[in-house]
């Protein structure tokens, strides 16, 4: 029997067609590349708009090096830029166990009202030890005679192997404060006096000045890091742009737990992607909805941009409305972006959910491509390198 011609043309084709024909992978060792160390950037450049940025045209695959100072030269009006306002909080916390005298290093992720005040998801190291009912002191000065203000208790494990942990201030503490008789501060307060500036591990000098890891528009408090692709702005640049006809608006997505975890799966699908608190309000909403009316660009300043609008898309058919909640959605190759035209970008770790994202938006060759381009160029990467802009 033969095949009927008119129902092999029909048929849909197979995810392997598919895969091949759009150049899709979803193995991670396939977003893989080496990095000559010496080009990780290990502090800020002076002014902020002077790091160097890679232009990649999508249409037509033309690579262009210039400057961020120049992005102008790139949106014209009726453009909106869309950028993160979280700021970073001083999540790493320093301290020692209970019991033993341990040192430990925790590292808050997410603020969990859920289960209780003053609860938060972290990373702890080592983690092996603390189990559920240990205690953390942080906050101690023995050389000016001062106990352990905090504490922290483990309440459980997370799915994603990290703790939930409640603070609270110590009796010790607590103790002098009623001696004096002087109002205690709250929780928050203690941890952004005793935390420190959560630097990514490849970072290994100090930063003089913690504000050069804020964007200059961080408002709302509540990242592990911070959203690096708006590191870059100045608010003379913004100003500028503003002046040409670009509008800017805000959302908020509080960096959390998948910024320092790795892809450890081979195939992407596996990889379960954690949820992060996001916000956009109604006036955002409807500054999204007149450009795209009006046939301007939506082009969002960093990854954790794109991943609000095109969350809020997916839950509302397409559209973008005010919203406040969560998402844990994973973008990758094979994607069809609903809201972005355009994206502003850092230089991303090998084998990251980030590079996925960017993969998914410009094409896995493509990136490929400015990537080595890069390299060759000896531009900086990571978080206080240089940027890219995919238009």
């Known amino acids: 029997m033969q095949d009927d011609p008119s129902a092999f043309e029909n048929r849909q084709p197979a995810e392997e067609e598919v ?43 033309t690579l262009e090096h210039r400057h961020f100072r120049d992005i102008g030269d790139y949106l014209r009006a009726g453009d909106l830029l869309i950028a993160n306002q979280s700021r970073v909080i001083p999540a790493r916390l320093l301290g020692r166990r209970e019991k033993t005298g341990g040192a430990v290093e925790v590292l808050l992720l997410a603020q969990r009202a859920d289960l209780g005040a003053d609860t938060w998801e972290a990373l702890v190291r080592p983690g092996r030890r603390l189990r559920e009912g240990a205690r953390i002191l942080f906050g101690e000065d023995r050389m000016a005679g001062l106990p352990p203000r905090l504490q ?6 997370t799915e994603a192997g990290g703790r939930f942990i409640r603070f609270e201030l110590t009796p010790e503490f607590l103790a002098l404060h009623a001696q004096a008789q002087s109002e205690p501060p709250a929780v928050a307060r203690l941890i ?4 420190r500036m959560p630097l990514p591990p490849y970072i290994h000098e100090p930063l003089t000045n913690p504000e050069r890891y804020q964007t200059v528009y961080a408002r709302i408090a ?7 692709a708006g590191l870059h702005f100045t608010p003379e640049l913004l100003e500028r742009l503003r002046t040409q006809g670009v509008r800017v608006g805000f959302v908020t997505l509080h960096v959390g737990l998948d910024t320092f975890r790795p892809v450890d799966v081979e195939d992407v699908r596996d990889h379960k992607m954690h949820s992060e608190e996001i916000d956009i309000d109604e006036a955002t909403a409807e500054l999204v909805n007149e450009t795209r009316r009006t046939g301007g660009r939506v082009v969002a300043v960093g990854t954790t941009s794109v991943r609000v609008l095109e969350s809020v898309a997916s839950l509302f058919g397409g559209q973008v409305r005010a919203y406040h909640g969560h998402t ?3 973008i990758t190759p094979g994607y069809r972006f609903k809201v972005v035209d355009a994206l502003i970008t850092n230089f991303h770790l090998p084998r990251s959910t980030l590079i996925l994202l960017v993969s998914a938006f410009a094409g896995k060759a493509l990136i490929e491509k400015a990537y080595q381009e ?18």
């Open 19 to 61: 895969r091949e024909r759009d150049g899709l992978s979803y193995r991670i060792s396939d977003y893989d590349y080496e990095l000559p160390p010496e080009l990780i950037a290990q502090r800020p450049i002076e002014p902020r708009d002077a790091s160097r940025l890679l232009v990649v045209h999508r249409a037509t695959g």
């Open 152 to 157: 922290g208790e483990v309440l459980g494990r």
């Open 192 to 195: 952004e006096e005793i935390g």
């Open 222 to 228: 509540g990242s592990a890091a911070a959203p690096t």
């Open 328 to 330: 844990s959605l994973f």
């Open 374 to 391: 890069a390299i060759r160029e000896r531009y900086r990467f990571y978080s206080f390198g240089d940027a890219m802009l995919l238009i």
